[in-house]
């Protein structure tokens, strides 16, 4: 095993929401938190159901505190400020994560509740002209989210939660002769990552901090934003037969054998890991250190928690600052009083699909052209050239669905939107790609709003908005619920939003859908009821 004293990385702000939960069963508002004094670590990640990018260029929301919220009115607090400003349609594509705590109170909850900075926590950046529109935010800012299961807080587990903004579901827009107004009716999914729900593809950054050429892993550190000090920031990135390596230190971002990352010299780079989260319980629980195995005054001990106090590897004394800096995986740095001063054990474990050392730029676009096994061109907005990486005897560039399929360059078609992650060395060549995500969710995909006008089987008839013909039909849509199709209930009040998995559908009821056009009707797999009380 390969190992680098531990640095510190600033984290950038671009990164955003992650929990770590155990999952359980079962739904409604109700929770109960514990009061026992014992505690669980708890983060949050963030992603984007897309919004149409030909409307907007940016969206920023302004997130100023998360919290827990306990049925019996308790709260844990995952993050308290400063505001940090998050542009939701960069994260259509993966999630990313923003904040973890270790101190959450053990106990079940089933609501999320996130603020925006009021009055202008959320930036419409128009694309037309790159005008600023900020919406009125119901609730005050305060949006109440219902899990679509509820999770509990163990003592020192750790499972990962995925809040999902769908910012083309909750930005309504409205025209009345030649103004447009718009107008903002949240719509969040939370969702528990577990083996039955895997998320999308999680991207980290940060130091490569250690590399176990035995395991094909990697230590990757600064990558995650732990709004405590004690130094828990790292990542284990396992690699296999699916994963490839892209270097823009010394080679220009061409692609290169994994046994290529997994040398010493690697360490201390800076890199990017895109990946899925593993499907594997890390333990968090902060051992009782035994009062003959605690450190001289003032002095500090490595304890594994591998190892009962009995079995400890590391027995002897040592200075706490010097050795908080070179702190070996997977153990606690414990003081004299049996406090853990630094804890190096991993957050999160990720299979890493591609790993891109150096500096590589992204660009989001749509298929210009159809792609060859050489590569493709794409709008972003100007027309730009990539190429596609096909060596010889190891992986190559990454072409990926959102979820983490792995595809070929035929899923790259016209008019399907792209994210690229790659080098172009001078503006007179084309961008060498290490990562292509694919957004195949879109094909063909429509939104429409309005209100029922009544059942029918299998689904309703939409009264669409003034103005607007989804699917071209004229006057009322037979809107077909899919046998998968969701509804989510938003009710909005004059002091706070609660957003609800469920819902019945009535007539009268201010809706939002989307899904895919027939002949003469519209098949949704999404459903939103809009109650708004003010």
Known sequence: ??????????????????????????????????????????????????????????????????????????????????????D????????????????????????????????????????ADGSSYFPKLPGNGKLDLLARNCFTVAP?????LQLDMDAGNSIHIVQTGSKTTYNFRPVVFVDVINKSFSGKLVRVEGVIEDINATDQSLLLCGALPSHQANGRDCVTVS???????????????????????????????????????????????????????????????????????????????????????????????????????T?????????????????????????????????????TPDIATVDLQNPTGYNGTRILSKDGEILDYAAILVPRALKVDGVQLSPS??????????????????????????????GFTLIPEAGTTPCGVAGDLTVLLSPDATVTSVTITNTTVDVSPGGVLEAGQEIGVSGQCGTDSLTADAVVVVDDQR
């Open 343 to 379: 804890d190096h054990r991993p957050r999160l474990a990720l299979d890493g699909l591609a790993v891109e050392m150096g500096v590589f730029s992204q660009a989001y676009g749509t298929a210009a052209t159809d792609a060859d096994i050489n590569g493709f061109t794409m709008h």
């Open 156 to 160: 020192g587990a750790s499972v990962t």
């Open 1 to 86: 095993m390969l190992k680098r004293p531990l640095t510190w990385a600033a984290l950038p702000l671009m990164l955003f929401l992650f929990t770590l939960l155990t999952a359980c069963g079962g739904g409604g508002s109700s929770s109960s938190t514990a009061t026992s004094g014992k505690t669980g670590s708890v983060g949050i990640m963030l992603t984007d159901a897309p919004a149409d990018p030909a409307l907007f260029s940016a969206i920023n929301a302004t997130i100023e505190r998360v919290e827990l919220i306990g049925g019996d009115g308790g709260k844990a607090a995952l993050f308290d400020g400063p505001a940090e400003t998050v």
């Open 88 to 127: 939701l349609l960069r994260l259509r594509n993966e999630s990313v994560p923003f904040t973890f705590r270790d101190d959450v109170p053990v106990g079940t909850y089933c609501k999320v509740r996130l603020t925006l900075t009021n009055p202008d926590g959320l930036e419409l950046v128009l694309a």
């Open 429 to 458: 060549d084309p961008l060498k790609a290490a990562v292509v995500i694919v957004d195949t969710d879109m094909d063909g995909r429509v939104a429409a709003a309005g209100t029922i006008g009544g059942l029918v089987t299998g």
């Open 239 to 341: 690699l296999g037969a699916d994963s490839a390596f892209f270097d823009n230190v010394t080679l220009g971002g061409d692609a290169a054998p994994l046994f290529d990352l997994l040398l010493e010299g690697n360490l201390g780079q800076s890199a990017a890991v895109v990946g899925l989260v593993r499907t594997l319980v890390i333990n968090d629980e902060i051992p009782d250190i035994p009062t003959s195995s605690l450190p001289g005054s003032d002095l500090c001990r490595i304890w594994d928690t591998a190892f009962d106090a009995a079995s400890q590897p590391y027995t002897d004394d040592v200075d706490c600052l010097d050795t908080a800096l070179v702190l070996p995986d997977g153990t606690l740095l414990i003081d004299d009083q049996g406090g853990v001063v």
